[in-house]
Structures are given as structure tokens and as C-alpha cells.
């Protein structure tokens, strides 16, 4: 048996890594100076940095499997609040961890999972920092969403006989390009996960190029397909409208999760169409809140009527309502005529659309919807939803022309989004199955 060249690869893969710890060091030393003046001086945040070196761990109950779940932010966090819930009602034995990376994650968190033993921030990449958190929560499998394949953390879970599973997977055109150029070192990482719980054949297909066993691979849908969200009874809605001072023939289109250089396009054309039609109302909910203030001067700047949520009755009469406030765009979405999702005019790749189809509400994005191909094709296929391409489409939207038509397309919005269920079952099958074959040292 030829032992060397197996020797010589084990060599390169531990140097890679190494590579990658002193980059991910650099990349830190040059980011914290930021990361501080953003969340320390301007927000007022707590930084949590002895929790991100692994120096303080929160306490687990003593007994039990321990499942660890991670998700990048806060649309991840929102995504697994069902899965996290039936795992709990079906497994009250079992010790759940939950871990994410942002601020605003970590909030989000606290507020939506309150079957979660343990919530935390992930520790920062680093085989010390990783080993110290594994060491202490000992978990039987490690559960990642969508993309969040960190190098050290797979690789110390690996050596602990953590069983890992990708869940809600996803792969981009843009990150498959860059595994695809790097081939043999994404194999070695992707090589450590047990299996991979994709979103649609396609995403499999990818993985696969890239030299991942198909045994490992499966298409279980989208957990985002499956969010619980709160339903309103009509008398609730008329009372919240009425809040709003939104008259009950007012007409209400909400923009959520936009992006910089989308509000400006989406005014001036909604300011056109309010010359047309004054029964107009625009709710903007622009991505990040700390932008409300920049949105604000853009809707006044086009002589429109603008509030804020957080300063009611400063601009009696309104047209334009800026969003700054967490956790509220749900219910916004409730109660509009039709719904705009922002993140695709501007070349981002746009965001989740499932929150407007939930409550049966025509949805319209741009054409940049690379993030969320599959839904945004598979919702226009079925009528639920349209691609806004020019400033003339947009102006039609606000024009509400054919409202009959609209309501029977939030309709088959409605109904397609049904069609999508199953993904929280799937998944929490292949994790009790992970659960039952733990191996350990």
C-alpha cells in the first residue's frame, strides 16, 4: 500500500486550514475597528466578544442529547422557528442549541424560540475557540441552515464523531463558481457533513459537480415555504388600518426589505401615480432600520407626506410610512393591496416572498431574484407573482389598474405556497435518524 500520497494530501489539508485561521485573523483585526465604532458607539450594542472566543458558554441542563442548530441572521432565525418548535413537542428530552451570527440574529432569536435551551453567538472560527464550545455542549448533531459551512467548526465536529447536516441548503451561481475553482479543497470540506438537505434539485445538482456523494444529497424543499405567521380576523385589520389613519377605501401597497437606490425609483413612481390616484398609500420597510432616516428625506425631498412608525401623528395624512421598527413587516404585508419585495431592482438577489403569499397578496419583485431563483419562477409559473423591469411596470403596479385581477392572484399565491409544504417534516425525519446513530469515542 502506497501511503505517501495520502500522507501528502493530509499535509496540504492541514496546511490549507492553517492558511485559512491566520487569513481569518487578519480579516478580524481589520474588521473590529469597524465592527466596534458600528455596534459599540453608534448602536450602543454589547459586542459579546468573551461568548465569540468561546470564554463564556451558556449553561445546558445536565442529561439529554444535546442538538446544536446554527443559522446565519435574522431571515435564518425566522425560517427555523417551526422546525425548532416540533423538534421541541416531539422531543422534550432533547437539549436544543441555537447559535447565529448577528446582533440582530441573536435578538430575534430570543424573542421567536423560547423552546431553545441555549442561545448564543457562534464562536469565531478558530480550532481553540470551536473545540472549547464543542467540549462544553457536547452535542450529538450539529445542524446548519443554508449555506453556513464554516472550515474549523466542520472539521473539529468531524473529529468529535459530530454527526452534521446541512438543512434548507442552498448553493448560489456565485459561491458554486467559486467552489467550482477550488474543487479538491470544497470536496475535502463538503466531505465532513453527513448529509445535505437541499432546497431544489438544482442546488444538488451543483453539489454534486462538485464532487459530493449523491447518497448524501436530497431535495426536502424550502423550510422558509413553512413559516408560522399569525392570521388576522377582518376586524383586527379594519382596527389596525384605522391606526394607521388608513381610511377603509385606502389603497396600500407595502415595499418590504428594500434596498439603497430601490426607495428612490419606487417614489418617484409611486409620486405619479398618487397625482392619479390620491387613495394611494406607500409603506416602505427598507432592509436595515438605521437607513429609515435616509428613506425619509428621499420620500420628503418628492414633496410626499412621510411618517415614521416610531413618530405616529407627525405627518397627519400621510402618504409615504417608513418601517423602522423589527419584527412589524408581517402584519404590513397583512394588510396591503399588494406587495413589493425588495432586494431586486438593485443587484442583490433579492429576498424572502413568502410572507406576502402567506396572506394572499399579489407579489411583485425585480428582475434580480438570483437568491430566490426557485421560488420567484416557481410563484410566476403559477400566477402568485410578476417581475417589475421598468419604471413604467412599477408606475402600473402603484396604478392598482385591475384589482379583480390582483386579488385572484394573491389568491393563487396563496395557494401555491400551500403546495410547498413538507420540507419541516423531511427534515426533522433525517434529524431524529442523525440522533439515533450517534457514534462517539
Known sequence: MNIAPAAGIVYILATVYRLYSVLLAFALAAYLPFYYFRERVLKKNRLFLRERIGREIPSIPAGGKTLWIHAVSVGEVISLQNLVRELKTRHPDWILCFS??????????????????????????????VKRVLRALNPAVLVLAESELWPNLLRESRRRNTKILLINGRISEGSFKKYADIRPIAKSLLRNVDRFLMQTANDVRKLELLGVDPDRLEVAGNLKSEVRLPD???DEMREFRSGLGIGETGKVIVAGSTRKGEEERLLRAFSKAK???????????PRHVERAGEVERLASGLGLATERRTRPGSAP???????DTMGELARFYALSDAAFVGGSLVDWGGHNILEPAHYGRPVFFGPHMKNFAFLADSFIREGGARILRTDADIEDLFMLKDE?????????????LASLAGATDRTIRTIERLMESESRP
Open 100 to 129: 447565529t451570527l448577528t446582533s440582530t440574529g441573536i435578538a430575534v432569536a430570543r424573542e421567536k424560540l423560547k423552546e431553545v435551551d441555549a442561545i448564543f453567538f457562534i464562536p469565531l472560527d478558530f480550532p481553540r475557540t
Open 232 to 234: 388576522f380576523t377582518p
Open 275 to 285: 397625482k392619479i390616484r390620491p387613495d394611494l398609500r406607500l409603506i416602505l420597510a
Open 317 to 323: 395624512g400621510w402618504d409615504v410610512l417608513v418601517l
Open 404 to 416: 379583480g385581477g390582483l386579488r385572484a392572484m394573491g389568491s393563487r399565491a396563496a395557494a401555491h
